[in-house]
């Protein structure tokens, strides 16, 4: 990660309406809850040699900073609006492959999508976590998984911390390590994000 | 959870095809491996599989190398999206939800301003005036665009005038494409609500999915949720209250027309959703049951 005087940034074409200090983009973290994370001091590092899964694209604010460290994005958004806000990013950037699939249905895309090294899930939904479990299947083992957990979409009437827990104990129970949960808080209000490692096979 | 999860993997495995297979032959073709690919891939009826890896194409020769293989991927991906998006920007529906968005807008933007110049003309002049003119009924917008004046509100009067008539042209577009899109709705309660539901319903398909005592409250939002949560009445109608035998009938009665209404509408809706064509027949008896509600047979 690239920190300049302790504000998050990346190498990589500006896109309009970007900060810049010097050749560098600002990296807000008002904007991107990756970045909320990796400045409350607990994302795990992006290297030159990850592929990347990211599920709920949108409008790829946040997958054209990924792109700007990663070696390869594949960004899955169903939604056509974003979709086409998304298309724009992709024609700065050569290595984010736009996949207009559902992500609940891994199978349509599977084809596209190799073994990744992180698996990023921001789909507000109801059954956030469940999606997210039937996607584990493209992350290798020893692999990251950072899953941003909107707590008022699962239910709105229950106790944040509750609705994390149970996600917590969910991803327990589907064979996933190192469970870390970050309040994002001071950025995104109700959300947790939660990273966790995929568990390593051959050191089992 | 777990189980399933195993299922789905072994399921996935068993399958072998990968985006660039089956293109061995038609590597020295004159189309671009993209094209071909996409061809294929709407063929097999989008079923393809998992899980593949970038040295396992070049291996076959497909791919000179990594950057070959993601260069290809990419525009297989771009050529998906772009074809995904076409779809989307050419229906019909989508086109006519748009069009009920702009006219919300404008119908929004309308009553505020013209409430606002209301407000400063009413300031203007002395009290007993301004209520005579209520009265009289006279629409002090109408009456302030025809003055001579040239000031800003003035000529803001004059541009909601001309506004008055541009949005008469719209609600007509809407009503067209309305007439062709839901062809049995709109005769039951004519165009303009047929889209008001569509809009408030989001799509044609979520619409018709419905059951017919939603569709009698859709738009009735409000009214609904107090009634859930603190026990108020619960609404009788919502948007299809524009239809003339509900808001012409008596308050007792009205609650039975709009189920009948509802009832027959939400069957429109399926007609149209899933045959498309108009249903004489349907109609009739569906104009019939709407007559007959409501009174002692």
Redesign the interface.
Same mark, same amino acid.
């Given at each position: 990660m690239i920190w300049q005087d302790g504000i998050l940034c990346s190498t990589g074409k500006a896109i309009k309406g970007d900060r810049m200090i010097g050749p560098l983009r600002v990296w807000p973290p008002e904007r991107s809850k990756l970045a909320a994370l990796y400045y409350l001091g607990s994302g795990p590092e992006i290297i030159k040699t990850d592929q990347i899964l990211y599920l709920g694209a949108a409008s790829g604010t946040t997958v054209s900073f990924i792109a700007d460290y990663a070696d390869?994005v594949y960004a899955v958004e169903i939604a056509?609006e974003p !979709?086409?806000k =998304?298309?724009d990013v992709?024609n700065n950037r050569?290595?984010?492959?736009?996949?207009?699939a559902d992500a609940a249905t891994p199978?349509?895309y599977?084809?596209?999508?190799?073994?990744v090294d992180l698996l990023y899930q921001d789909i507000a939904q109801k059954e956030q976590v469940?999606i997210v !479990?039937?996607n =584990?299947?493209?992350l290798k083992s020893g692999g990251y998984l950072i899953l941003m957990l909107k707590t008022r979409s699962v239910a709105t009437q229950e106790d944040p911390e509750q609705i994390c827990s149970k996600a917590v104990s969910?991803l327990q129970?589907?064979?996933l390590d190192d469970i870390k949960v970050t309040w994002l808080d001071r950025y995104h209000r109700d959300h947790a994000a939660i990273v966790c490692k995929k568990r390593d096979l051959k050191e089992l | 959870m777990d189980s399933k999860q195993s299922e789905k993997t072994d399921d996935l495995h068993v399958s072998s095809f990968y985006w660039y297979d089956e293109l061995k032959i038609e590597r020295d073709s004159t189309l671009p491996i993209p094209t071909v690919f996409y061809s294929r891939f709407i063929e097999n009826g989008g079923k393809l599989s998992i899980l593949p890896t970038w040295k396992e194409a070049v291996t076959k020769g497909i791919c000179k190398d990594k950057d070959d293989y993601y260069f290809y991927l990419r525009e297989i991906c771009l050529m998906w999206s772009r074809n995904k998006l076409q779809k989307y920007n050419s229906s019909e529906e989508v086109r006519l939800v748009k069009l009920m968005l702009v006219l919300r807008e404008t119908d929004l933007m309308m009553s505020r301003l013209s409430e606002q110049i209301i407000n400063w003309d009413s300031m203007r002049e002395s009290d007993s005036d301004s209520s005579v003119k209520q009265k009289k009924g006279l629409d002090p917008i109408r009456e302030m665009a025809s003055g001579t004046g040239n000031d800003g509100i003035s000529l803001l009067c004059r541009d909601l005038v001309s506004m008055k008539g541009s949005r008469g042209k719209l609600v007509r577009d809407i009503s067209m494409r309305c007439e062709k899109l839901l062809p049995n709705c709109s005769n039951i309660v004519g165009p303009l609500v047929a889209a008001r539901l569509l809009l408030e319903a989001g799509s044609l398909k979520r619409l018709c999915r419905m059951p017919a005592s939603k569709i009698q409250v859709l738009g009735a939002r409000n009214a609904l949720f107090s009634h859930l949560s603190s026990g108020s009445p619960p609404p009788k109608h919502g948007l299809i209250f524009e239809h003339k035998r509900i808001h012409a009938a008596s308050r007792r009665i009205r609650g039975k027309i709009s189920r009948t209404l509802a009832s027959n509408l939400i069957i429109a809706f399926r007609i149209d959703y899933y045959r498309g064509t108009i249903d004489s027949a349907f109609l009739e008896r569906a104009q019939l049951r709407i007559e007959k509600a409501g009174k002692k047979s």
């Open positions: 390869v056509p !979709l086409a =998304l298309l992709c050569m290595n984010i492959l736009p996949i207009p199978l349509v599977a084809p596209f999508v190799s073994t469940e !479990l039937n =584990l299947v493209f969910k129970n589907a064979g | -």
